[in-house]
């Protein structure tokens, strides 16, 4: 899952690329924007907001974006006009050309056309962005300490309380914070210092090209616990393990340190570090 700095990336590779330019081609292999065509329109720009990106487009007195989300598996890439796809032409879901560059959205979770005045039927739910201008950390910290008995790792994924977290900071979040990811918001000891980290994170990660929240930036160094199941923990050498989470049929991996992280069983009921030895999935990497 692609988290926001990855997201803000992309952004900024379309931004550069086409911003100012005019489209001479385009291709929406989406079925309700099948038809659509934008050629001739100019490029005004593109921004993220969480995870989801905005292209701003101008045709005539028509004012569009062409929002889209990269969900598990979507890139955009951009290429030289005559340059090979690096992914299979069939996963392609948005096709934009100018006379210098075609960007390409392969495997796109969402493609829309909104009239830009609608931009906020798109967005408008997301909290405080992490890597956005108007970023505000009063307001994702109000955002999670409203439901204190909420998982952790559930709050921090929800993108309307703060937006741009994925599965890696979500598990790297808990983490650094000493706290289980099925732990309530009310177990981390100091919460604005955890939204602070995260916005670090955030904020380092998106002029890097690769993700690490360790500081070291080998292969096998990035991370303290996420993709790291079986491995010794960074700190206590205790084994990370790992755990499907979340909703019936959208269950993504959690990972964490049974030591570093442990369950307080005084928050709840039973102990998830007990439940993993049956549930436990090796699973998505
Ligand atoms: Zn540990």
Same mark, same amino acid.
């Given at each position: *899952?692609?988290?926001?700095?990855?997201?803000?990336?992309?952004?900024?590779?379309?931004?550069?690329? +086409?911003?100012?330019?005019? %489209?001479?081609?385009?291709?929406?292999?989406?079925?309700?924007?099948?038809t659509a065509d934008l050629t001739g329109g100019t490029v005004t720009g593109t921004v993220s907001r969480g995870k989801h +990106? +905005?292209?701003?487009?101008?045709?005539?007195?028509?004012? &569009?974006?062409?929002?889209?989300?990269?969900? *598990?598996?979507?890139?955009?890439?951009? !290429?030289?006009?005559?340059?090979?796809?690096?992914?299979?032409?069939?996963?392609?879901?948005?096709?934009?050309?100018?006379?210098?560059?075609?960007?390409?959205?392969?495997?796109?979770?969402?493609? #829309? +056309?909104?009239?830009?005045?609608?931009?906020?039927?798109?967005?408008?739910? %997301?909290?405080?962005?992490? !890597?956005?201008?108007? &970023?505000?950390? #009063?307001?994702?910290?109000?955002?999670?300490?409203?439901?204190?008995?909420?998982? %952790?790792? #559930?709050?921090?994924?929800?993108?309307?309380?703060?937006?741009?977290?994925?599965?890696?900071?979500?598990?790297?979040?808990?983490?650094?914070?000493?706290?289980?990811?099925?732990?309530?918001?009310?177990?981390?000891?100091?919460?604005?210092?955890?939204?602070?980290?995260?916005?670090? *994170?955030?904020?380092?990660?998106?002029?890097?090209?690769?993700?690490?929240?360790?500081?070291?930036?080998?292969?096998?160094?990035?991370?303290?616990?996420?993709?790291?199941?079986?491995?010794?923990?960074?700190?206590?050498?205790?084994?990370?393990?790992?755990?499907?989470?979340?909703?019936?049929?959208?269950?993504?991996a959690s990972y964490w340190c049974p030591s570093c992280q442990p369950y307080d069983t005084a928050h709840r009921g039973t102990?998830?570090?007990?439940?993993?030895?049956?549930?436990?999935?090796?699973?998505?990497r």
């Open positions: *899952m692609p988290e926001g700095d990855t997201v803000f990336r992309a952004a900024r590779l379309l931004d550069k690329s +086409l911003t100012g330019q005019v %489209l001479t081609g385009t291709d929406f292999r989406v079925p309700q924007h099948a +990106l +905005l292209t701003r487009i101008d045709r005539g007195p028509d004012r &569009w974006t062409l929002h889209t989300h990269l969900k *598990m598996e979507g890139a955009w890439k951009v !290429l030289t006009p005559r340059q090979r796809w690096p992914r299979p032409a069939h996963t392609a879901r948005v096709v934009l050309e100018t006379a210098r560059a075609t960007a390409v959205g392969f495997s796109l979770g969402i493609v #829309e +056309l909104l009239d830009r005045a609608a931009e906020d039927d798109a967005v408008g739910h %997301l909290g405080p962005d992490l !890597l956005g201008p108007d &970023w505000d950390e #009063e307001r994702a910290l109000a955002n999670l300490a409203r439901d204190p008995e909420r998982p %952790l790792r #559930e709050a921090l994924l929800d993108q309307a309380n703060l937006a741009g977290i994925g599965n890696l900071y979500a598990a790297e979040l808990c983490f650094v914070s000493g706290v289980h990811p099925r732990a309530p918001v009310a177990a981390v000891p100091d919460l604005r210092r955890l939204v602070r980290r995260a916005h670090q *994170m955030l904020e380092l990660n998106k002029e890097r090209p690769y993700q690490s929240t360790t500081g070291d930036l080998r292969e096998r160094e990035r991370t303290w616990v996420y993709r790291r199941d079986r491995s010794p923990c960074r700190r206590c050498g205790t084994p990370v393990v790992v755990e499907l989470q979340g909703p019936a049929g959208r269950e993504r102990n998830p570090a007990g439940m993993t030895d049956n549930a436990t999935k090796r699973m998505e």
